[in-house]
């Protein structure tokens, strides 16, 4: 009926007053709850060897291969997942050719993929890399019909984002995205970034001694920023990473299974928009679930059950499951690095830092970073910068200063007393990678150690360098066009 009697009008008013429809945004009306994989394509005859991966896949493949890619589709299809993430290092390599590989093959089988968007690349020197890079992507792999959307816009996942400060991004994406019709989703433990960002993950929950718990934690802090951020919650079925011969390798074991199910039932006690796998195939790191020689099809089945229960709305415990007791996670690491605590001197005024805080040589986000400290540390405060937004402490020593946020402080005195410090120079900005020292630390109890490096004084470049020496993780295999652009692999 094309129109309303006056009655027809008095009633529907009356509806719409007292039963009036939940306002939503856009993106939050047109987001489904997804299951991702993170997905890797460099693969090629050489990987697999003993003394390179744990454990091995049950049909040996190279990424190059478009039959394998469509395997791994459909076991992954058949498991709920819904898409891969993709590592990829920008065009003209071998990642890239691989993805078009990835995204023809999902295609065919109704499937998704999207980019996991690697800041370390060895393609990228500069800023002005990386900006061409996001743009090469957006004018050409998001424009594939398999490429994954959400709400009609491409989702792009970042590595190591934190590489450049949030005021860069912001420029980052003024420039590239600047009407926001790209989903980004940072990684890491400073949720900072969703200052720019539309979501955030955290790569790894291996370190955890309780995943759900820091599960918990995280997802509390991306909403802090708002309900349109999407918090993407990680699934691990274990790691070992010690025949890559990094310095912080370590085991978490995955107890046939039970760590799987553990870090599945604490990411869907998060409520979260989406959830992700880390990983499919990162057999270097011991992260995969793809079939395997030694647990079959046991991760695919695992998977299946709690996707179902994921995408079903199926209730799962609010608080966080004990931690098990049955077997402690193993570390294999050399001998730590001893954490540096900011010496405590008198006068001042005391403080706790209320997040990840990087302690940088001027009060500049532009300046130099000397460490970090964690969440809750103690501080004392010696001296404000003219404009308040900085404070000046004692760090890693009596005998130096650095300088903190003080948006990310608790002061527990009166601050308006403190001498008012001018910097001694201007900060020369910073656009190059700032390259930190990888952790060495105790994994487990420390998120900094897998998603951000410890809490150590590391020093400016050398004045004759034009920027940071770079040697970004990789993994420790034979593959030949990797040997030509990374001279530092084996």
């Known amino acids: 009926m094309k129109h309303l009697t006056a009655l027809g009008i008095f009633v529907f008013a009356l509806a719409v007053a007292l039963f009036p429809v939940a306002s939503s945004s856009p993106a939050l009306a047109a987001r489904p709850p997804l299951v991702l994989a993170f997905y890797y394509d460099w693969f090629d005859e050489n990987i697999w060897k003993p003394n390179q991966v744990a ?18 589709i459909q076991q992954a299809r058949g498991a709920g997942i819904d898409a891969f993430v993709v590592s990829w290092w920008g065009a003209g390599n071998p990642t890239d050719s691989n993805f ?19 800041i370390t690349s060895p393609f990228y020197k500069s800023r002005t890399d990386v900006i061409n890079s996001l743009k090469n992507l957006l004018a050409t792999h998001v424009n594939h019909p398999a490429y994954l959307r959400v709400g009609g816009k ?37 949720t900072a970034y969703l200052r720019v960002f539309d979501g955030h993950h955290l790569y790894s929950i291996g370190w955890a001694q309780n995943p759900a718990a820091e599960l918990q934690k995280f997802a509390g802090r991306v909403r802090a920023f708002g309900g349109d951020k999407i918090w993407v919650a990680t699934v691990m079925p274990g790691n070992d990473d010690r025949k890559t011969g990094r310095k912080g390798a370590y085991v978490r074991d995955r107890r046939n299974g039970d760590f799987y199910r553990e870090t599945w039932r604490g990411a869907l006690s998060t409520t979260p928009d989406w959830t992700i796998i880390t990983s499919w195939n990162e057999w270097v790191e011991g992260t995969q679930i793809e079939p395997s020689v030694t647990y079959g099809d046991l991760y695919l089945n695992i998977t299946r059950e709690f996707a179902t229960q994921f995408k079903a709305g199926v209730s799962v415990p609010t608080s966080p499951p004990r931690p098990s007791a049955t077997k402690s996670p193993t570390i294999v690491a050399r001998t730590p690095t001893p954490t540096v605590t900011p010496t405590l001197i008198p006068g001042g005024v005391r403080a706790n830092v209320t997040d990840i805080v990087r302690v940088r040589a001027e009060p500049s986000t532009d300046a130099a970073i000397l ?40 002061p527990n005195g009166d601050t308006g007393a403190l001498l008012i410090v001018q910097p001694s120079a201007t900060p020369t900005p910073i656009e190059t ?8 630390s105790n994994l487990i109890e420390d998120p900094l150690a897998e998603d951000e490096s410890p809490v150590e004084p590391i020093g400016p470049p050398a004045p004759s360098q034009a920027e940071p020496s770079s040697t970004p993780t990789a993994p420790a295999f034979d593959l030949p066009w990797l040997k030509k652009i990374l001279p530092f692999l084996p």
């Open 433 to 440: 990678l700032v390259i930190e020292t990888p952790a060495v």
């Open 55 to 72: 454990d091995m896949p049950v049909t040996p493949y190279t990424s190059r291969d478009p039959q394998t890619v469509a395997r791994q």
């Open 371 to 410: 460490g970090r400290l964690r969440d809750g540390a103690a501080v004392v405060l010696l001296a404000a910068s003219d404009d308040g937004k900085w404070w000046q402490i004692a760090y890693p020593d009596t005998k130096r200063r650095g300088w903190i946020s003080a948006e990310f402080t608790k």
């Open 100 to 118: 078009k590989i990835v995204l023809d093959q999902a295609r065919a089988a109704n499937f998704s993929a999207a980019v996991d968007f690697e």
């Open 154 to 190: 491409p989702v792009i996942f970042f590595w190591r984002q934190q590489n450049y400060s949030v005021e860069v991004w912001q420029g980052i994406r003024d420039t590239v995205d600047p009407n926001r019709q790209s989903l980004w989703i940072a990684e890491g433990t400073n």
